[in-house]
């Protein structure tokens, strides 16, 4: 029951179970995170926006390696949005980071805006996968990447190793291949993946092409 609960509040947080799982978000997502923006370069001045920023604590992370970049979050739940305010008030008390309740289908910034675009496992639960990825294409800046993140890894070896996840929440893992025919449908270039051995993990950088 407790589970139950807990998971369903993967989708869109809210009230005291919400609460529970942005903790547990914050900090079961923290290695695969760590390891994911291995794969990105994160300089000095760079302009990143996380989408689905969950309790925010990717943006806090990102904050760390930017600078004097910015660092914007957003999310479709409310609650995440007052958690991630509160991970990271300093920051956004000096405005290098500005959290914002938003769906990835509809992004509240400007054409050619963002250097970097994470998305740490939240795709899955994305209504329209290949407009969401176009919209994101929309915001990045030419020759900008996004960074694709995911813990529910589906291989022949185990296509049923997530059924219970995906039946309760109706949503689906996915397959390094999948993943990358996604991006290039939604017209993204240099497409790379990358999986770490024994785990589950997945991790796609695609770029915007340069003008
Ligand atoms: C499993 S949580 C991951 C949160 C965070 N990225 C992390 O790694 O801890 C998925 C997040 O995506 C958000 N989300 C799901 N669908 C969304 C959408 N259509 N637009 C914006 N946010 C969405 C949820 O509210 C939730 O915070």
Same mark, same amino acid.
């Given at each position: ?8 509040n993967a989708?869109k ?7 529970l799982?942005?903790?547990s ?9 760590d390891w ?10 760079l ?9 925010g604590?990717?943006?806090s992370?990102?904050c760390?390696?930017?600078?004097s ?5 957003i ?7 007052q ?5 990271n008030?300093?920051?956004?008390l ?5 959290i ?6 509809? =992004?509240?910034f400007?054409?050619?805006?963002f250097d970097?675009v ?9 209504p329209?996968k290949?407009?969401? =990825?176009?919209e ?19 291989t022949?070896?185990?296509p ?9 929440l109706?949503i689906?893992?996915?397959?390094r ?5 996604a ?15 024994g785990?589950?993990r997945?991790c796609?950088t695609a ?5």
């Open positions: 029951m407790k589970y139950r609960r807990l998971i369903d989708k947080p809210s009230g005291f179970w919400g609460r799982m942005i903790r978000m914050n900090k079961g997502h923290h290695e695969l995170t994911a923006l291995e794969h990105v370069k994160i300089s000095n001045g302009t990143v926006l996380d989408v689905g920023c969950g309790g604590r990717t943006v992370k990102l760390q390696r930017v600078g970049g910015k660092v914007y979050g999310d479709y739940s409310q609650l995440c949005v958690k991630s305010e509160k991970l008030r300093k920051s956004i000096c405005q290098k980071a500005v914002k309740q938003a769906s990835v289908s509809q =992004l509240p400007e054409d050619d805006t970097l994470t998305a740490i496992e939240t795709y899955y639960f994305w329209d290949q407009g969401d =990825l176009k994101i294409l929309r915001v990045l800046k030419p020759g900008g990447t996004l960074l694709l993140v995911f813990e529910m890894l589906k022949d070896a185990e049923d190793k997530w059924k219970r996840v995906e039946d309760r109706n689906k893992a996915v397959s291949e999948e993943i990358e025919n991006l290039h449908s939604a017209g993204y270039t240099n497409v790379k993946s990358y999986t770490a051995g785990t589950s997945l796609a770029e915007k092409e340069a003008t």
